[in-house]
T-cell receptor, first 113, second 113 residues
Framework: NAGVTQTPKFQVLKTGQSMTLQCAQD?????MYWYRQDPGMGLRLIYY???????DKGEVPNGYNVSRLNKREFSLRLESAAPSQTSVYFC????????????FGPGTRLLVL | QQQVKQSPQSLIVQKGGISIINCAYE??????FPWYQQFPGKGPALLIA?????SEKKEGRFTISFNKSAKQFSLHIMDSQPGDSATYFC????????????FGTGTRLTVIP
């Protein structure tokens, strides 16, 4: 039982390049989330998916797109990376109950030059 | 606009001392207040959580104190240990909304042996 897994662990991009961050969970959770973590800013929600087939914008969605491929997988895509997107990205998942815990993956460290 | 304000940004405590981290919120619809612990290179993990129907919750050396009228809550770590050195995030969510978590900006705790 791996919980939430993310790939890659680390990536360097040049400005304008695109990439997809992958996330998968094996806990049969309905809800999945993408956050970015920046120094002094805490964790900010980019996009979330309350259930398979649905996605919604969070606090900072500009410059990102997401796909809920199936119940297990939720990917985050940067179409044209910018230096402002240099950050650590975390995926999380949560079960169905109103007070279920969010479980986080280990993160992807992204550097955009 | 930060929905949950957290202080201090960093904290240094001697081994055996008490660590106190404070958070404040404005949205009276928030009804769930978790604390997450994050070690370097790892994703955040739930430490302890409280609902506003109680004023205090204790789990081992960790206690949340909640003041509904002041819209404040705090984490107390008793008998702080070097292994407690980590970044701590408070958060809040509302069952009437999308149940998304709003995080504080984090407190880096260092416990000196």
């Amino acid at each position: 039982n791996a919980g939430v897994t993310q790939t890659p662990k680390f990536q360097v991009l040049k400005t304008g390049q695109s990439m997809t961050l992958q996330c998968a969970q094996d806990m049969n959770h309905n809800s999945m989330y993408w956050y970015r973590q920046d120094p002094g800013m805490g964790l900010r929600l980019i996009y979330y998916s309350a259930s398979e087939g649905t996605t919604d914008k969070g606090e900072v969605p500009n410059g990102y797109n997401v796909s809920r491929l199936n119940k297990r997988e939720f990917s985050l895509r940067l179409e044209s990376a910018a230096p402002s997107q240099t950050s650590v990205y975390f995926c999380a998942s949560r079960g169905t109950g109103a007070r279920e815990t969010q479980y986080f993956g280990p993160g992807t460290r992204l550097l955009v030059l | 606009q930060q929905q949950v304000k957290q202080s201090p940004q960093s904290l240094i405590v001697q081994k055996g001392g008490i660590s106190i981290i404070n958070c404040a919120y404005e949205n009276t619809a928030f009804d769930y207040f978790p604390w997450y612990q994050q070690f370097p290179g790892k994703g955040p993990a739930l430490l302890i959580a409280i609902r506003p129907d109680v004023s205090e919750k204790k789990e081992g050396r960790f206690t949340i104190s909640f003041n509904k009228s002041a819209k404040q809550f705090s984490l107390h770590i008793m008998d702080s240990q070097p292994g407690d050195s980590a970044t701590y995030f408070c958060a809040a969510s509302s069952q009437t909304g999308a149940n998304n978590l709003f995080f504080g900006t984090g407190t880096r705790l260092t416990v000196i042996p």
